[in-house]
């Protein structure tokens, strides 16, 4: 089998604050060491790792170091990693939106790609043009467009609307047809961002049918970016794993995506402690209870509870959202619960704190090992301020059972609601919710 994408340490490095990297003074330094001392270019060796959420002190940043890897035909690699590590920089490099500032790209085969909704699209121009205009710029003629024409609008959907300008599509409508002509035009390689998270279920689930032909049928490579480590691992046979711009593992997909979870765990539990959300608002003290008591293991078929306390140290009312997710050690979204869901609204006073306690009448998850990922929304100065906090696998428990059923009592009411995450998943509805000023 024959290597179709090859990346020789790659590197690509950004100057923050500014939307070109060249300065006068930078440009003949740059001139000055390179062709006249023959020295190597002095910006290539400063910038620092590409760590979102720290200060940095040098103006130079690099997006990708080092990246070096090979990806062979007709193979479905995933590229995960959290947000800033680099995937959808890596993505655009291989799609030649950008130019690596360091190292080499090779690929065979015509790119395919779908980085960001309306990537490629004329907004003025009708679905039907653009998708002519896409052709052309692939290098195909107007008859090879033409001969995959109906299939491309059947697959999209958007039939009614392929004459109108593609301006007042909505965002699903545009990523829809977006993977369609991507995915249709014959590319040997096909590049997919998270993008189609803003597709319905539907959709997802006919995309991902598609990149499974394109790949196992058809022969084609596939590059596929996204957060949903379901879609990942239903697609995909092999993972590279990406922190702050450099390749951490690469490997099969099950081993890559338990490393993932385990070092976001890894560098999330101690901070569930203390989860500021703003420098007067924290969260603390986030648990479990069973059997009137803190624990890290839950008895299938028992009742149980989550706690924890909210505290306001502002000088006005906060209104409290959040929603909480429990994923497997696979990545696999299982459910989620909170007043998000359930319209029970949170107030909570001025220099006050407040235990917030969940109740449910029974443990319904399977026997496993789990992580729970929490989401906190707050608004004050009347909703003129909105701050918030996401925090990925902060808790780790397991579920002990007498048998691997998923449900112990069949008739348990189970309601489905939309997710913030737009792909829509079971949420666990509570049975009872509790305030307490602490």
């Keep these: 089998m024959?290597?179709?994408?090859?990346?020789?340490h790659?590197?690509?490095?950004?100057r923050l604050g500014v939307v070109s990297t060249k300065t006068l003074s930078h440009d003949l330094n740059r001139w000055w060491q390179t062709a006249v001392l023959k020295k190597n270019d002095p910006y290539l060796k400063i910038g620092e790792t590409?760590?979102?959420?720290t200060a940095g002190h040098s103006e130079y940043v690099w997006a990708l170091r080092d990246i070096d890897f090979k990806v062979e035909q007709g193979d479905v690699v995933g590229i995960i990693g959290k947000n800033g590590a680099g995937k959808s920089t890596l993505l655009k490099l291989l799609s030649k939106v950008t130019g690596p500032t360091v190292g080499t790209i090779r690929a065979r085969g015509r790119i395919g790609a779908l980085l960001e909704v309306g990537t490629g699209f004329h907004p003025e121009m009708t679905g039907r043009e653009n998708i002519y205009m896409n052709g052309a710029i692939m290098g195909m003629s107007k008859a090879e467009v033409s001969r995959k024409l109906d299939e491309i609008i059947d697959f999209s959907g958007c039939e009614r609307y392929i004459d109108t300008p593609v301006k007042r599509?909505?965002?699903g409508m545009t990523v829809r047809l977006g993977f369609a002509v991507a995915a249709h035009l014959d590319p040997e390689i096909?590049?997919?961002?998270?993008?189609?998270?803003?597709?319905?279920a539907e959709f997802q689930k006919k995309a991902i049918g598609k990149m499974q032909d394109v790949s196992r049928g058809e022969g084609r490579t596939v590059l596929f970016v996204s957060h949903n480590m379901t879609s990942i691992g239903i697609l995909c046979k092999h993972c590279v794993l990406l922190e702050n711009g450099k390749v951490a593992s690469i490997g099969d997909t099950p081993d890559i995506i338990n490393e993932y979870v385990s070092k976001n765990y890894e560098s999330n539990y101690e901070t569930v402690e203390d989860i500021e959300i703003d420098g007067l608002f924290h969260i603390k003290d986030l648990s479990f209870e069973q059997n009137n008591g803190l624990v890290n293991e839950l008895e299938q078929g028992r009742p149980f509870s989550v706690s924890f306390v909210a505290i306001n140290e502002l000088d006005c009312n906060v209104d409290l959202t959040y929603n909480m997710e429990v994923k497997t050690d696979s990545a696999i979204s299982v459910t989620c619960f909170g007043n998000e869901f359930q319209n029970y609204p949170i107030h909570i006073g001025p220099k006050s704190k407040v235990r917030i306690n969940m109740s449910f009448n029974e443990t319904l998850f399977k026997q496993g090992t789990y992580f729970l990922s929490s989401y906190f929304l707050i608004k004050y100065n009347s909703g003129a301020t909105i701050k918030d906090k996401y925090l990925e696998y902060g808790i780790k428990f397991i579920v002990k059972a007498p048998s691997p059923s998923y449900f112990v009592r069949p008739d348990h009411i189970w309601k489905s609601f939309p997710?913030?995450?737009?792909?829509?998943?079971?949420?666990?509805?509570?049975?009872?919710?509790?305030?307490?000023?602490?």
């Design 10 to 14: 790659v590197g690509k490095q950004y």
């Design 190 to 200: 096909l590049v997919v961002d998270e993008v189609l998270a803003v597709g319905d």
């Design 2 to 8: 024959s290597t179709a994408i090859e990346f020789n």
């Design 419 to 438: 997710s913030r995450h737009q792909h829509g998943y079971i949420s666990m509805e509570v049975d009872e919710f509790t305030l307490d000023n602490v």
């Design 50 to 53: 590409n760590d979102r959420a």
């Design 169 to 171: 599509y909505s965002s």
